[in-house]
């Protein structure tokens, strides 16, 4: 059944073919909300398009990259020539390059500047001209708990999470000075998750990655749905992350140090695995869900430790084991 707040609005969702943002445009079409999905992977959001209209919903799917500026114009402008207006912009905008810094090719963290912060700068513009020239809106900025807490081994998508979280605040500071009321900028923060999102981050820690006390998707769609109708400046998803912020509050430098430390035990547990790019330049067919299967592969890689590297059934013996039986490579991150 509709949710009276939501039906007939029109909402644009960035990062569409995957993870939050698939799982976000599934839902909010279901309440009854038109929903634009944007992501680089065509025939993904065109699939999803096709199912929520099959279902009696609306939808429209526009290819797009982030970080071109140019593409989010477009965007924005299909949007409103589909549905007349935009009511929620969702920048669900986010890849990651992992290992120590110095590890990581210079190129690689401005690819993740790139998207991260102008992909995300782009899709704010675009919104907040439309929102004021309608008078109302809501954004959506999906950031992370690395906002608050730098974390080791993802140190340029930490730093671009920072900004993402300064930028919200920023304008909503400039909203109030220029009495925009009935428009709010809302900041998603949530612990580390299980999202295909994680098989297209470049990696460069040697192993395949993982993190303790991982959340379930479904918490943070349904945060970022919440947000859409009652936003707030800032919004920690899931216990881990709403401990982890206070704690960072309360004992910044011990938190950090924990929360380092804590990545770099996770990171040792992990199978090794080769360096790359994921699809941070260029996107892949891997990862199309909502969930990633990356808790159950961190099952087996405890279970070959417990048994002194005996793999277990699940797991493929041999050189290619990354390439044969596996789960896809996973790569580690927050959002």
Same mark, same amino acid.
């Given at each position: 059944?509709? %949710?009276?707040?939501? %039906? #007939?609005?029109?909402?644009?969702?960035?990062?569409?073919?995957?993870?939050?943002?698939?799982?976000?445009?599934?839902?909010?079409?279901? !309440?009854? $909300?038109?929903?634009?999905?944007?992501?680089?992977? $065509?025939?993904?959001?065109? !699939?999803?398009?096709?199912?929520?209209?099959?279902?009696?919903?609306?939808?429209?799917?526009?290819?797009?990259?982030?970080?071109?500026?140019?593409?989010?114009?477009?965007?924005?402008?299909?949007?409103?020539?589909?549905?007349?207006?935009?009511?929620?912009?969702? %920048?669900?905008?986010?890849?990651?390059?992992?290992?120590?810094?110095? &590890?990581?090719?210079? !190129? &690689?963290? $401005?690819? @993740? +500047?790139?998207?991260?912060?102008?992909?995300? +700068?782009?899709?704010?513009?675009?919104?907040?001209?439309?929102?004021?020239?309608?008078?109302?809106?809501?954004?959506?900025?999906?950031?992370?708990?690395?906002?608050?807490?730098?974390?080791?081994?993802?140190?340029?998508?930490?730093?671009?999470?920072?900004?993402?979280?300064?930028?919200?605040?920023?304008?909503?500071?400039?909203?109030?000075?220029?009495?925009?009321?009935?428009?709010?900028?809302?900041?998603?923060?949530?612990?580390?998750? &299980?999202?295909?999102?994680?098989?297209?981050?470049? %990696?460069?820690?040697?192993?395949?990655?993982?993190?303790?006390?991982?959340?379930?998707?479904? @918490?943070?769609? &349904? #945060?970022?749905?919440?947000?859409?109708?009652?936003?707030?400046?800032?919004?920690?998803?899931?216990?881990?992350?709403?401990?982890?912020?206070?704690?960072?509050?309360?004992?910044?430098?011990?938190?950090?140090?924990?929360? *380092?430390?804590?990545?770099?035990?996770?990171?040792?547990?992990?199978?090794?695995?080769?360096?790359?790019?994921?699809?941070?330049?260029?996107?892949? *067919?891997?990862?199309?869900?909502?969930?990633?299967? @990356?808790?159950?592969?961190?099952?087996?890689?405890?279970?070959?430790?417990?048994?002194?590297?005996?793999?277990?059934?699940?797991?493929?013996?041999?050189?290619?084991?990354?390439?044969?039986?596996?789960?896809?490579?996973?790569?580690?991150?927050?959002?």
């Amino acid at each position: 059944m509709p %949710n009276p707040d939501l %039906n #007939a609005k029109t909402i644009v969702i960035t990062g569409a073919s995957s993870g939050f943002g698939r799982g976000s445009a599934e839902k909010l079409a279901a !309440e009854g $909300a038109n929903v634009v999905l944007a992501a680089r992977r $065509a025939n993904l959001i065109e !699939e999803l398009a096709n199912q929520i209209t099959a279902r009696g919903g609306k939808a429209l799917a526009v290819t797009t990259d982030v970080s071109n500026a140019v593409d989010v114009g477009v965007l924005k402008d299909q949007a409103v020539e589909r549905f007349g207006k935009v009511d929620v912009w969702i %920048n669900n905008v986010g890849v990651g390059a992992l290992g120590y810094f110095w &590890d990581i090719p210079i !190129e &690689d963290h $401005a690819r @993740i +500047i790139d998207v991260n912060l102008k992909g995300l +700068i782009y899709g704010a513009h675009a919104a907040l001209g439309l929102f004021r020239a309608q008078g109302h809106g809501t954004l959506v900025n999906v950031g992370s708990i690395d906002s608050k807490v730098p974390l080791a081994y993802q140190a340029s998508y930490a730093a671009s999470k920072a900004a993402v979280l300064s930028l919200s605040r920023s304008l909503n500071e400039e909203l109030r000075l220029t009495k925009q009321q009935g428009i709010k900028v809302a900041t998603i923060m949530p612990w580390a998750v &299980d999202t295909p999102w994680w098989t297209h981050a470049a %990696n460069y820690t040697g192993h395949e990655p993982r993190m303790m006390a991982m959340d379930d998707p479904q @918490i943070v769609i &349904d #945060a970022i749905v919440r947000a859409c109708t009652d936003p707030e400046e800032e919004m920690p998803v899931g216990m881990t992350a709403k401990a982890s912020n206070l704690s960072h509050l309360l004992f910044p430098d011990l938190t950090e140090r924990l929360s *380092a430390n804590i990545a770099d035990r996770e990171v040792q547990k992990a199978w090794p695995a080769p360096n790359t790019t994921g699809s941070i330049y260029e996107p892949m *067919a891997e990862g199309a869900g909502i969930g990633g299967g @990356i808790r159950e592969r961190m099952k087996r890689e405890d279970h070959d430790a417990a048994n002194d590297g005996e793999p277990s059934i699940a797991e493929p013996t041999g050189a290619l084991g990354n390439q044969v039986g596996r789960e896809p490579i996973a790569r580690w991150s927050t959002n």
